[in-house]
T-cell receptor, first 112, second 114 residues
C-alpha cells in the first residue's frame, strides 16, 4: 500500500533543541495530519491542517500545509524528554470516505 | 485516553486459525476504521464502517472481514492466519464518515501468529 515519505527516518537531539521533520507525497491531499505514537500505544493526533499554506500551532508544535498540497512540515521547539516517540504524517482527501494514508514515520530520541 | 477501546490487547495464535478483534468507538462516533501496522508496510488502512454500513475498503485481504453492529462496536475477523499477519491492528473512530472529522485511535491489538 501507499506510504508517504518522511524525513529524517530517525534523529537524536539534545533536550532544548528545536526539531524539524517533513513529509512528502507524490499526490495531492486536502488535509494533512500529524500524529505521535508512543511504544505500545495508538497514534495520538497532534495537529490537523485543512488549507494549503496553513500554519498551525499546538503548544511547542508548529505544522505547515505545503503550498503544493504534496507536503507538510512539523517543527518542535525546545524539545523535552517526553517528546520521544514516533511522529507520523497522514494525508486525507475529501469525499465519502476519509481513510488516512500514513507516512513512514520519524523516530525522535532525546538525549539529556 | 482517546475513548476508543480495543480488546484483546495481545493475541497469540497459530497459523491457520481464526481470530476476532473487537473495537468500541468513542461515545457519539458513528464511523469506525481499521488499520494494520507492520514493520515492512507501516500503517495501512484496511476498512471503514459508518453507522453499520461499509464505507470504504483499503488493503484488506479476502481472508479478513469486518462488521459494525447496531450498538456501533466493530469486529475485525481474521481467518486462515499466516505468519505475515502478525502485526498491530488499530481501530479508530470519528463522528462522521467524511472530511474534517478527525480519527482517534485505540490502543491496538498486537497479534502474533506462530
Amino acid at each position: 500500500g501507499q506510504q508517504l515519505n518522511q524525513s529524517p527516518q530517525s534523529m537524536f537531539i539534545q533536550e532544548g533543541e528545536d526539531v524539524s521533520m517533513n513529509c512528502t507525497s507524490s499526490s495531492i491531499f486536502n488535509t494533512w495530519l500529524w500524529y505521535k505514537q508512543d511504544p505500545g500505544e495508538g497514534p495520538v493526533l497532534l495537529i490537523a491542517l485543512y488549507k494549503a499554506g496553513e500554519l498551525t500551532s499546538n503548544g511547542r508544535l508548529t505544522a505547515q500545509f505545503g503550498i503544493t498540497r504534496k507536503d507538510s512540515f512539523l517543527n518542535i521547539s525546545a524539545s523535552i524528554p517526553s517528546d520521544v516517540g514516533i511522529y507520523f504524517c497522514a494525508g486525507r482527501n475529501t469525499g465519502t470516505a476519509s481513510k488516512l494514508t500514513f507516512g513512514t514515520g520519524t523516530r525522535l530520541q532525546v538525549t539529556l | 485516553d482517546s475513548g476508543v477501546t480495543q480488546t484483546p490487547k495481545h493475541l497469540i495464535t497459530a497459523t491457520g486459525q481464526r481470530v476476532t478483534l473487537r473495537c468500541s468507538p468513542r461515545s457519539g462516533d458513528l464511523s469506525v476504521y481499521w488499520y494494520q501496522q507492520s514493520l515492512d508496510q507501516g500503517l495501512q488502512f484496511l476498512i471503514q464502517y459508518y453507522n453499520g454500513e461499509e464505507r470504504a475498503k483499503g488493503n484488506i485481504l479476502e481472508r479478513f472481514s469486518a462488521q459494525q453492529f447496531p450498538d456501533l462496536h466493530s469486529e475485525l475477523n481474521l481467518s486462515s492466519l499466516e505468519l505475515g499477519d502478525s502485526a498491530l491492528y488499530f481501530c479508530a473512530s470519528s463522528v462522521m464518515g467524511n472530511s474534517n472529522n478527525e480519527q482517534f485511535f485505540g490502543p491496538g491489538t498486537r497479534l502474533t501468529v506462530l
